[in-house]
């Protein structure tokens, strides 16, 4: 998606994917400056650990702990985080609806868990449910999103379905954040909703495939449903704009991305 935005704004540019052992993030990130380039994107397991090889963080870094984008710029690195921005978009465009205000269900308390729950605590979320495996992460979550956000109203719980399902008839979304669905054998996070849920949105933020079990549980119970393609393209366009300055043409990435993940 960002070469055919490159291309279609007549910048000489390319984007490239490079694999990189995260024993050798430092020296990668150190390298970019010496080779020119205007700045890179980071993903699992590298985010967290470029926090604190970088020279500089943006707010939202410094929220979430966590850098997905960098720009070099006087040999000097700038992290940034575009996954929580990406989210808000992708629920606005998806749902037509805003965080501020809404109760949200977000199952998964590890590092894109965590970065969702702080994005809807910012946007003012009148209440946060996060649910994990280990009940220990949840509860750290909550933890620490308090801490960032005080008066923040969030509460930790199991992943057992009688304790998800007396929540569920109270709130207006449902994010997935875990990597339950990535696999063809993989059990959905959860697997019942509430009959006629016309009023929920249930967001995944697995993309491939297009719809998960997950997905396709909660569509079939009459809640309003998406994946996460347009997180990743909403992310990725502020990337881009944070890179050039320029406005992102969304709709030429989005066109590239679509065709790049489902052909």
């Known amino acids: ?16 994917a490079f694999d990189v052992h995260p024993d050798n993030l430092r020296g990668a990130l150190r390298g970019i400056c010496d080779l020119n380039f205007v700045g890179v994107n980071l993903t699992v397991p590298h985010k967290l650990l470029a926090f604190k090889m970088v020279d500089s963080t943006d707010k ?15 040999h000097k690195l700038t992290g940034f985080n575009t996954d929580g921005y990406g989210f808000k978009r992708a629920v606005r465009e998806e749902f ?4 501020r205000g809404r109760r ?24 946060i449910f996060i649910v994990n495996r280990t009940h220990s ?8 999103i308090r801490k960032l956000v005080p008066h923040t109203f969030a509460v ?5 379905l009688k304790h998800i399902a007396k929540h569920l008839n109270e709130v207006d979304l449902v994010v997935n954040a875990t990597s339950l669905g990535l696999r063809p054998g993989d059990p959905p996070p959860l697997a019942r909703f509430p009959r006629q849920c016309k ?11 297009a719809e998960t079990r997950f997905l396709a549980a909660a569509r079939k119970a009459g809640a309003q449903t998406a994946n996460g393609l ?27 991305l679509h065709k790049a993940v489902y052909g």
């Open 156 to 160: 930790a719980m199991p992943m057992e």
């Open 60 to 74: 939202e870094a410094q929220l979430l702990g966590a850098v997905n984008t960098v720009v070099v710029e006087d």
């Open 137 to 144: 992460k949840a509860v750290s979550a909550v933890a620490e």
């Open 199 to 209: 009023w929920l949105r249930v967001y995944d933020t697995i993309y491939r495939p």
């Open 1 to 16: 998606m960002h070469n055919a935005a490159f291309d279609h704004l007549g910048l000489n540019w390319r984007y490239l």
């Open 96 to 99: 037509g609806m805003e965080l």
């Open 230 to 256: 347009s997180m990743l393209l909403h992310q990725g366009a502020r990337s881009f704009e944070i890179w050039t300055g320029r406005r992102a043409p969304v709709a030429v990435m989005r066109r590239a």
């Open 104 to 127: 949200v269900l977000i199952l998964g308390a590890g590092g894109a868990g965590r970065a969702l729950a702080v994005q809807c605590a910012v946007e003012g979320a009148a209440a």
